[in-house]
């Protein structure tokens, strides 16, 4: 997900510098990164028309983002990138039957799920509208990661 677009360049640059990744590039498959302690996924497996998902194209490509969550099953917490990415992420536990409360989307926030789920940490996408913009910044975004970084350690200490 994201190799070798803007988004992508932003979002390794980031992951690279947090300890994440092992390279702040990602070009093409076989190019040699490695994540650590990340996985990544997306609402939509592809790049819809104007940046902007049609809703049958979120419902159509959601049923893979809700197996993955499964799958993963020492999951920690949950980098939502975007409004979509978060409202998407509240549905899923919703439709699984967890009691998730209305949560309000806002950068930098994050939101415990419930008892034995990961927690949700809002981050504004890192489209070249946002970053070029000034919306979201390369210190925005690795204070995103830093937050991750502490959820994950204290999910270290409690084990």
């Known amino acids: 997900m994201f190799t070798g677009d803007g988004s992508g360049e932003f ?12 390279q702040p590039t990602a070009t093409a498959l076989g190019d ?7 996985f990544i996924s997306a609402v939509c497996r592809c790049a819809p028309p104007a940046n902007k998902p049609a809703p049958a194209e979120i419902a159509s490509c959601q049923p893979y983002l809700a197996q993955e969550i499964v799958l993963l099953e ?3 917490v949950i980098v939502a990138l975007g409004r ?3 409202d998407n992420t509240l549905r899923i536990y919703r439709e699984r039957g967890y009691p ?6 806002r950068h930098g926030a994050v939101y415990p799920l419930g008892e034995g789920l990961p927690q949700l940490v809002a981050s504004y996408h890192p489209s070249r509208q946002n970053t070029q913009t000034g919306r ?3 210190v925005m975004f690795a204070d995103i990661w830093q937050k991750v970084k502490t959820i994950l350690s204290e999910a270290d200490d409690a084990v």
Do not use: H, N
Request: aromatic share 14%.
């Open 11 to 22: 979002l390794y640059r980031a992951l690279f510098q947090a300890g994440f990744a092992s």
């Open 32 to 38: 040699g990164l490695a994540l650590q302690d990340a």
């Open 74 to 76: 020492r999951l920690v």
């Open 100 to 105: 998730v409360p209305r949560l309000d989307f």
């Open 84 to 86: 979509i990415a978060f």
């Open 136 to 138: 979201l910044t390369e």
